[in-house]
């Protein structure tokens, strides 16, 4: 029930000492004492404790990370963990320039539709800070988002980001000004994003509760068994991830989970990144060959299947890595639930249909054609294929909306329909 009583009280007053007041009268003098030693207790704690993302943050070896921050002591560096290098060594990349940020999401140094979008954000903020006083600004703000947004074309994430910053920064003439917007903007949309994964959890977790397998109690509970494809993980974003975020609340929550980690040809991000965050994290997972979710399902081995996203239609078409289709269909014929998580700057409000209208990405042949490991402490690039067989490289697929269960948003979940999005994002449809 919901305590819907009137603040009446005199101006200036505080409204829980109202509330106090109203409902004890009696005990007016001592509640209000109460309250403030009890306020005083718990902002000591939260001084000890540190920043908000320091206690819930995922961690490597214990030590609270992101994927991306500015450099402390020097705002004119952006540090990012170099995902290349993982899962066997932790390298910290220190970016300076808008060619250094380019470079890294275009080769991949740090990936996924959210991290991505926060990358060019700052790539933004580093490009304004090296730019002479007298730039013409309107000409240096379509060179310097053009270079961005050539980088990597599905996700809609970095678009987005780019538009943001300009949005807020060519309002203002002086540079000083336009610099303090920018940041402030990168800041603020990298804030947004954690938030936003963090209730994407918060729903997904609602979710795996009602989808865990129900035992009698004398019996030891059996683990809910989720596929994921690709990473969609913390390192896919700033922290908690979107695929990710459920299954970590869940496992924080004490309910038992095992993911079937999808390797995710030919960049392995499966193998590679999404394995190794869930191990940190202790999580109970299995790395499986791509092909292998459908056989899994067929016996009855996957209760779920959760995938990230890179573009979303308004009207529920999802683009994700390259192999998310395939696993929709089987999770079809099976009758495996499959839902898509994602916040709502995945989605691209401006298109309905997903294959017709949404770019994929074709990367260098030589993904495929190459496998890269770790040999006796030495990274190692193998040739898998006749060294004269054409190959291709599309990095993406679009999964249509018939296929997916349910989006899993920052604001709820939804069915992947353009009404039930309408019902959640009402501002996006406003002609
Ligand atoms: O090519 P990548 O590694 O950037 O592709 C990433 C994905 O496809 C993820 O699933 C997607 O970005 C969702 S991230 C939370």
Redesign the pocket.
């Known amino acids: 029930m919901y305590f819907t009583r009137k603040f009446t009280g005199q101006v200036g007053e505080n409204p829980s000492e109202f509330l106090v007041k109203e409902l004890f009268p009696q005990r007016l003098a001592l509640f209000p004492a109460i309250f403030r030693m009890l306020r005083f207790f718990a902002q000591l704690c939260a001084k000890r404790r540190g920043p908000r993302w320091h206690i819930h943050s995922m961690k490597i070896n214990g030590k609270p990370y992101r994927t991306i921050w500015l450099k402390p002591g020097d705002p004119a560096t952006i540090q990012i963990i170099d995902q290349r290098h993982l899962p066997h060594e932790l390298v910290i990349e220190d970016l300076t320039t808008l060619q250094d940020v380019a470079s890294a999401i275009e080769e991949?140094h740090l990936?996924?539709?959210?991290l991505?979008g926060s990358a060019a954000a700052y790539g933004m903020y580093l490009a304004i800070l090296r730019a002479p006083e007298n730039t013409n600004w309107p000409d240096f703000f379509s060179t310097t988002s053009a270079t961005l947004k050539a980088t990597?074309p599905t996700?809609v994430n970095l678009a987005w980001a780019v538009i943001r910053v300009l949005e807020t920064a060519r309002i203002f003439d002086k540079k000083e000004e336009i610099l303090a917007a920018a940041l402030r903007t990168a800041n603020a949309l990298t804030e947004e994003s954690v938030e936003h994964c963090r209730l994407i959890g918060q729903h997904g977790l609602e979710l795996i509760r009602t989808l865990r397998p129900q035992k009698p109690k004398s019996q030891i509970p059996k683990p809910l068994n989720i596929l994921t494809?690709?990473?969609?993980g913390w390192l896919?974003?700033i922290d908690y991830?979107?695929?990710t975020a459920p299954i970590y609340a869940a496992h924080n929550a004490g309910i038992p989970v095992h993911v079937w980690v999808d390797e995710t040809r030919p960049?392995n991000?499966g193998a590679r990144l999404t394995a190794y965050e869930l191990g940190q994290h202790g999580v109970p997972h299995t790395v499986i060959a791509d092909n292998t979710g459908g056989h899994l399902m067929q016996h009855g081995m996957v209760d779920m299947v959760i995938?990230?996203?890179?573009r979303t239609t308004r009207t529920g078409d999802v683009a994700?890595?390259i192999g998310t289709y395939l696993k929709a269909l089987a999770a079809r014929d099976n009758s495996v639930p499959f839902y898509v998580a994602l916040p709502s700057s995945s989605i691209d409000w401006n298109i309905r249909d997903g294959v017709a209208e949404i770019p994929i990405e074709e990367r260098d042949a030589q993904e495929v054609t190459h496998i890269t490991g770790m040999d006796g402490g030495e990274w190692r690039e193998v040739l898998l294929t006749p060294k004269d067989s054409p190959a291709a490289n599309y990095?993406?697929d679009v999964t249509p909306a018939r296929l997916v269960t349910g989006l899993i948003t920052e604001r709820g979940i939804c069915a992947a329909n353009e009404q039930a999005l309408a019902a959640l994002f009402p501002e996006k449809f406003k002609a």
């Open positions: 991949m990936r996924g539709a959210p991505i990597r996700a494809h690709c990473n969609a896919a974003c991830g979107t695929a960049r991000q995938t990230g996203s890179d994700n890595k990095a993406f």
